[in-house]
Protein backbone atom coordinates (compact mmCIF):
# COMPACT_ATOMS: atom_id res chain seq x y z
CA UNK A 1 0.00 0.00 0.00
CA UNK A 2 1.52 3.54 0.17
CA UNK A 3 4.40 4.96 1.67
CA UNK A 4 5.24 7.96 3.02
CA UNK A 5 8.54 9.23 2.69
CA UNK A 6 10.22 11.76 5.31
CA UNK A 7 13.62 12.86 5.82
CA UNK A 8 14.73 10.84 8.67
CA UNK A 9 16.29 14.13 10.19
CA UNK A 10 16.18 17.87 10.27
CA UNK A 11 17.70 20.40 12.04
CA UNK A 12 18.13 24.12 12.63
CA UNK A 13 19.16 27.05 15.26
CA UNK A 14 16.65 28.52 17.22
CA UNK A 15 14.61 31.36 15.81
CA UNK A 16 15.26 29.42 12.34
CA UNK A 17 12.53 28.23 10.34
CA UNK A 18 12.67 24.74 9.08
CA UNK A 19 10.41 22.12 6.71
CA UNK A 20 9.89 18.33 6.87
CA UNK A 21 8.39 17.07 3.39
CA UNK A 22 6.16 13.95 3.45
CA UNK A 23 6.28 12.53 0.00
CA UNK A 24 3.29 9.78 -1.13
CA UNK A 25 4.73 7.24 -3.83
CA UNK A 26 1.29 6.70 -5.49
CA UNK A 27 -0.72 8.77 -7.36
CA UNK A 28 -3.37 8.65 -4.93
CA UNK A 29 -2.19 11.14 -2.50
CA UNK A 30 -2.92 13.83 -4.90
CA UNK A 31 -6.58 15.71 -4.39
CA UNK A 32 -6.77 14.57 -1.26
CA UNK A 33 -6.83 16.82 1.47
CA UNK A 34 -6.34 14.44 4.53
CA UNK A 35 -3.04 15.20 5.86
CA UNK A 36 -1.88 15.12 9.35
CA UNK A 37 1.55 15.86 11.62
CA UNK A 38 1.93 14.58 14.63
CA UNK A 39 4.79 15.61 17.19
CA UNK A 40 6.12 12.81 19.82
CA UNK A 41 8.19 13.67 22.61
CA UNK A 42 10.47 10.88 23.56
CA UNK A 43 8.45 8.54 26.51
CA UNK A 44 5.00 10.77 25.19
CA UNK A 45 2.02 9.59 23.24
CA UNK A 46 1.55 11.59 19.61
CA UNK A 47 0.39 15.31 19.34
CA UNK A 48 -1.67 16.48 16.84
CA UNK A 49 0.15 19.51 15.38
CA UNK A 50 -1.69 20.16 11.61
CA UNK A 51 -5.01 18.49 10.80
CA UNK A 52 -6.59 18.75 7.02
CA UNK A 53 -3.49 19.51 5.44
CA UNK A 54 -3.29 22.69 7.29
CA UNK A 55 -5.20 23.71 10.01
CA UNK A 56 -4.05 24.07 13.55
CA UNK A 57 -6.01 22.40 16.47
CA UNK A 58 -7.03 25.00 18.95
CA UNK A 59 -3.88 25.33 21.34
CA UNK A 60 -1.09 24.98 18.86
CA UNK A 61 1.56 27.59 18.42
CA UNK A 62 0.96 29.45 15.06
CA UNK A 63 4.61 28.71 14.68
CA UNK A 64 3.49 25.36 12.99
CA UNK A 65 2.39 25.30 9.81
CA UNK A 66 1.19 22.82 6.90
CA UNK A 67 0.54 22.83 3.50
CA UNK A 68 0.57 20.35 -0.01
CA UNK A 69 1.49 20.42 -3.27
CA UNK A 70 0.97 17.56 -5.54
CA UNK A 71 2.31 14.55 -3.55
CA UNK A 72 4.30 16.13 -1.40
CA UNK A 73 2.87 17.80 2.12
CA UNK A 74 5.28 20.11 4.24
CA UNK A 75 5.58 20.99 7.91
CA UNK A 76 7.01 24.36 8.74
CA UNK A 77 8.23 25.26 11.95
CA UNK A 78 9.22 28.93 12.11
CA UNK A 79 10.83 30.48 15.60
CA UNK A 80 12.32 26.68 16.11
CA UNK A 81 12.71 26.47 20.01
CA UNK A 82 14.28 23.88 21.78
CA UNK A 83 11.07 22.65 22.79
CA UNK A 84 10.10 21.79 19.13
CA UNK A 85 13.36 19.30 19.39
CA UNK A 86 10.64 15.49 18.87
CA UNK A 87 10.31 13.20 16.13
CA UNK A 88 7.80 14.48 13.85
CA UNK A 89 5.09 12.11 11.64
CA UNK A 90 2.82 12.81 8.17
CA UNK A 91 -0.24 10.85 8.01
CA UNK A 92 -2.55 10.22 5.47
CA UNK A 93 -5.54 7.84 3.90
CA UNK A 94 -5.04 7.57 0.08
CA UNK A 95 -7.59 5.56 -2.33
CA UNK A 96 -5.16 2.97 -2.20
CA UNK A 97 -5.03 1.94 1.33
CA UNK A 98 -7.69 0.42 3.02
CA UNK A 99 -6.21 2.61 6.35
CA UNK A 100 -4.18 5.65 7.13
CA UNK A 101 -0.49 5.59 6.77
CA UNK A 102 2.02 7.00 8.68
CA UNK A 103 5.14 8.83 7.53
CA UNK A 104 8.33 6.94 8.18
CA UNK A 105 9.44 9.71 10.64
CA UNK A 106 12.21 13.02 10.89
CA UNK A 107 13.65 13.82 14.13
CA UNK A 108 14.49 17.57 14.97
CA UNK A 109 17.23 18.84 16.02
CA UNK A 110 17.42 21.88 17.58
CA UNK A 111 21.19 22.85 17.51
CA UNK B 1 -12.00 17.23 30.71
CA UNK B 2 -11.91 15.03 27.62
CA UNK B 3 -9.58 11.41 28.20
CA UNK B 4 -8.04 8.23 27.11
CA UNK B 5 -7.45 6.08 29.96
CA UNK B 6 -5.54 3.00 29.00
CA UNK B 7 -4.84 0.03 31.22
CA UNK B 8 -1.76 -0.51 32.67
CA UNK B 9 1.28 -2.64 31.91
CA UNK B 10 1.29 -6.04 30.46
CA UNK B 11 4.05 -8.94 30.52
CA UNK B 12 2.70 -12.30 28.53
CA UNK B 13 4.26 -15.24 27.13
CA UNK B 14 4.42 -16.28 23.53
CA UNK B 15 0.81 -17.82 22.75
CA UNK B 16 -1.24 -16.37 25.09
CA UNK B 17 -4.36 -14.32 24.84
CA UNK B 18 -4.44 -10.57 25.99
CA UNK B 19 -6.95 -7.71 25.91
CA UNK B 20 -6.18 -4.02 26.42
CA UNK B 21 -8.79 -1.65 27.25
CA UNK B 22 -8.90 2.37 27.04
CA UNK B 23 -11.79 4.13 28.66
CA UNK B 24 -13.14 6.97 27.03
CA UNK B 25 -14.83 10.53 29.31
CA UNK B 26 -15.84 13.59 28.99
CA UNK B 27 -17.42 13.21 25.29
CA UNK B 28 -19.94 11.56 23.54
CA UNK B 29 -17.72 8.57 22.91
CA UNK B 30 -19.94 6.81 20.44
CA UNK B 31 -19.64 10.28 18.57
CA UNK B 32 -16.08 9.63 17.25
CA UNK B 33 -13.46 7.46 15.65
CA UNK B 34 -11.25 5.72 18.05
CA UNK B 35 -8.18 4.46 16.59
CA UNK B 36 -4.77 1.96 17.88
CA UNK B 37 -1.28 2.66 16.91
CA UNK B 38 1.21 0.54 17.55
CA UNK B 39 5.14 1.76 18.49
CA UNK B 40 7.90 -1.13 18.46
CA UNK B 41 11.09 -0.29 20.27
CA UNK B 42 12.81 2.77 19.06
CA UNK B 43 10.81 2.59 15.63
CA UNK B 44 7.74 5.10 14.04
CA UNK B 45 3.78 4.84 14.17
CA UNK B 46 1.97 2.36 12.60
CA UNK B 47 -2.26 2.41 12.04
CA UNK B 48 -3.38 -0.78 13.38
CA UNK B 49 -7.25 -0.18 13.21
CA UNK B 50 -9.58 2.28 13.79
CA UNK B 51 -13.88 1.67 15.05
CA UNK B 52 -16.60 3.93 15.37
CA UNK B 53 -18.25 3.06 18.47
CA UNK B 54 -21.33 3.92 17.36
CA UNK B 55 -22.31 1.61 14.57
CA UNK B 56 -18.77 -0.89 15.97
CA UNK B 57 -17.94 0.19 12.22
CA UNK B 58 -14.31 -1.09 12.22
CA UNK B 59 -11.54 -0.89 9.78
CA UNK B 60 -8.32 -2.63 9.40
CA UNK B 61 -4.92 -2.37 8.30
CA UNK B 62 -3.89 -4.89 5.97
CA UNK B 63 -0.35 -5.57 8.25
CA UNK B 64 -2.69 -6.06 11.42
CA UNK B 65 -5.80 -7.85 9.77
CA UNK B 66 -6.70 -11.32 11.39
CA UNK B 67 -3.86 -10.54 14.20
CA UNK B 68 -5.80 -8.56 16.21
CA UNK B 69 -9.26 -7.28 17.25
CA UNK B 70 -10.50 -4.08 17.84
CA UNK B 71 -13.96 -3.50 19.95
CA UNK B 72 -16.22 -1.07 22.02
CA UNK B 73 -18.28 -1.67 24.76
CA UNK B 74 -20.72 1.68 24.86
CA UNK B 75 -21.83 0.63 28.10
CA UNK B 76 -18.58 1.37 29.62
CA UNK B 77 -17.36 3.80 26.96
CA UNK B 78 -14.68 1.28 26.38
CA UNK B 79 -12.64 0.72 23.41
CA UNK B 80 -10.69 -2.74 23.42
CA UNK B 81 -7.56 -4.56 21.53
CA UNK B 82 -7.14 -8.23 21.65
CA UNK B 83 -4.65 -10.96 20.88
CA UNK B 84 -5.57 -14.63 20.83
CA UNK B 85 -2.30 -15.74 20.91
CA UNK B 86 0.89 -12.99 21.03
CA UNK B 87 4.12 -13.00 19.58
CA UNK B 88 7.06 -11.88 20.73
CA UNK B 89 6.89 -9.55 17.58
CA UNK B 90 3.85 -7.93 19.29
CA UNK B 91 6.38 -6.64 22.06
CA UNK B 92 6.08 -2.73 21.78
CA UNK B 93 3.73 0.15 23.01
CA UNK B 94 0.16 0.92 22.19
CA UNK B 95 -1.58 4.08 22.12
CA UNK B 96 -5.46 4.36 21.15
CA UNK B 97 -6.51 8.15 20.48
CA UNK B 98 -9.77 9.80 19.45
CA UNK B 99 -11.22 11.78 16.57
CA UNK B 100 -10.52 15.09 16.52
CA UNK B 101 -13.77 16.63 15.74
CA UNK B 102 -13.07 19.30 13.43
CA UNK B 103 -11.06 16.56 11.31
CA UNK B 104 -12.54 15.65 8.08
CA UNK B 105 -11.66 11.95 8.51
CA UNK B 106 -10.86 9.83 11.31
CA UNK B 107 -6.91 10.11 11.36
CA UNK B 108 -7.04 13.34 12.85
CA UNK B 109 -6.38 12.31 16.18
CA UNK B 110 -6.72 14.92 18.89
CA UNK B 111 -6.65 13.28 22.39
CA UNK B 112 -4.47 10.26 22.93
CA UNK B 113 -4.29 7.50 26.05
CA UNK B 114 -1.11 7.15 27.93
CA UNK B 115 -0.19 4.32 26.17
CA UNK B 116 0.29 0.63 27.18
CA UNK B 117 3.52 -1.52 26.88
CA UNK B 118 2.85 -4.77 25.95
CA UNK B 119 6.35 -7.12 26.44
CA UNK B 120 6.27 -11.12 25.39
CA UNK B 121 8.57 -12.75 26.15
CA UNK B 122 9.33 -16.47 27.03
Known amino acids: HSALTQPASVSGSPGQSITISCSET?????????VYWYQQHPGKAPKLMIY???NRPSGVSHRFSGSKSGNTASLTISGLQAEDEADYYC???????????FGTGTKVTVL | EVQLVQSGAEVKRPGESLKISCKAS????????IGWVRQMPGKGLEWMGI????????RYSPSFQGQVTISADKSSSTAHLQWSSLKASDTAMYYC???????????????WGQGTTVTVSS
Open chain 2, 97 to 111: ARQYPSSSSAYGMDV
Open chain 1, 26 to 34: SSDFDGYNY
Open chain 2, 51 to 58: IYPGDSDT
Open chain 1, 91 to 101: SSYTRSSTLGV
Open chain 2, 26 to 33: GYIFTSYW
Open chain 1, 52 to 54: DVS
